[in-house]
């Protein structure tokens, strides 16, 4: 029986290679629901790509794995002593985590974790681990994916975001609960929970830290992750994300901030 658990389960990271997932298990623990639309990366930003792997995970072009064993134990060890986590997860674990964990934050499910994106990496290669980061990524309370993202909060295909509207998204990652569109587009943190300033804050940080990055390394750690050429010359295709998907329309009108 563990051995059949194991080959399905090894299956269905495989599959991974080629097939977008209809949910994943965050999307599922969401009791609000969560609206989502997969995009190729190639018609993302490069913006949004070059600014997700300067605020998430750097060395994603450059690292053979999922991640470097002396992070994870130092990670491991600042969890154990109830240290402030030095470095954060890579773009592999955060993909490992969106699709099959949930958010407890306890020693066994990090293990898990990194158990699976081993295992991720060795199956995916980087232009897909992007993609599926950022189809699958948090970006509000119920928003997942750069297509939902850049319509609910820019009225704007995730092709033709701004580097100041992508760092304002990736901004959102680490605390994604805590905002909503404003009237007539943007981000508004004053929200009913009261913790619409944790969202802000990171949107602050990201703000000061990412634009730096961009202006020094422009799209170079993108095109080094396997994303060539520009999402504006690509060919229109049939799941380019180039008009709003209809679960955001109805969002935006029934919180009347269109």
């Not at 992007?130 to 928003?143: C, K, M």
């Not at 990055?213 to 170079?220: P, Q």
């Not at 520009?230 to 994300?241: K, T, V, Y």
Request: proline share 7%.
């Amino acid at each position: 029986m563990l051995a059949v658990l194991g080959i399905v389960q090894a299956l269905v990271v495989l599959s991974l290679r080629w097939v977008d997932p209809p949910t994943t298990a965050f999307m599922l623990a969401n009791p609000d629901g969560a609206v989502q639309q997969s995009v190729p990366v190639e018609h993302v930003s490069r913006n949004v790509l070059a600014a997700v792997i300067a605020h998430e995970d750097a060395a994603l072009p450059y690292r053979d794995g999922a991640f470097e064993w002396d992070a994870l134990w130092s990670r491991a060890t600042a969890h154990l002593s109830g240290d402030e986590d030095p470095s954060g997860s890579t773009i592999p674990q955060q993909v490992a985590k969106n699709l099959f964990l949930n958010q407890e934050l306890s020693a066994w499910r990090k293990a898990v974790e990194a158990a699976l994106s081993v295992e991720l990496a060795a199956f995916v290669d980087d232009r897909r681990m992007l993609e599926l980061y950022v189809n699958y990524a948090q970006f509000g309370p119920t928003i997942y994916g750069v297509c939902a993202a850049g319509w609910y909060y820019f009225d704007s295909p995730p092709a033709e975001l701004s580097a100041e509207q992508a760092v304002m998204l990736v901004g959102l990652l680490p605390s994604p609960g805590h905002v909503r569109r404003a009237p007539g587009g943007g981000m508004d943190f004053q929200v009913e929970d009261g913790l619409g300033w944790l969202s802000r804050s990171h949107v602050l940080n990201a703000q000061a830290r990412v634009p730096a990055h961009l202006d020094r390394l422009g799209f170079t750690p993108v095109e080094d992750a396997g994303v060539t050429g520009l999402a504006s010359e690509q060919e229109p295709s049939g799941d380019d994300c180039s008009t709003p998907p209809q679960e955001v329309t109805d969002l935006i009108a029934a919180e009347g901030t269109a």
